[in-house]
């Protein structure tokens, strides 16, 4: 969470209501658009670990490709997927965040970020 809202801290009602639609918008942007790579197997190689990884895939491919999900809950989420405009959620998401920076900044000028930031 620290990557996506920072170190600051967040006092008021207004700054939590903020985090709430932050939080709300997060799972839309990080399980339907950036593909991620999991580790399949580590070997050791003599004093070395090497890390063998899978294809990159989002996590939305994955549960359409995993057997041991429901084809309904299948259809479900890609029902949503293709409502959803891809940059959307990550726009509203930099808003959300530098709003929050705004507020914070507002409140204590000795803050040493940025008037704006992308976290994600």
Known sequence: MRKTVGSLRYETEDELLLLHQLYSLLPLYTHFFPPVTKLVFKERV???V???Y???KTPLRRVIDSPLIDNSMKQALQDQYEELNPAEPKRQIVKIQNQLIEMVTFKND???YPK?????
């Open 46 to 48: 003599h004093s070395k």
């Open 54 to 56: 899978d294809e990159p």
């Open 110 to 112: 000795s803050v040493p």
């Open 116 to 120: 704006e930031v992308n976290l994600v």
């Open 50 to 52: 090497k890390k063998h």
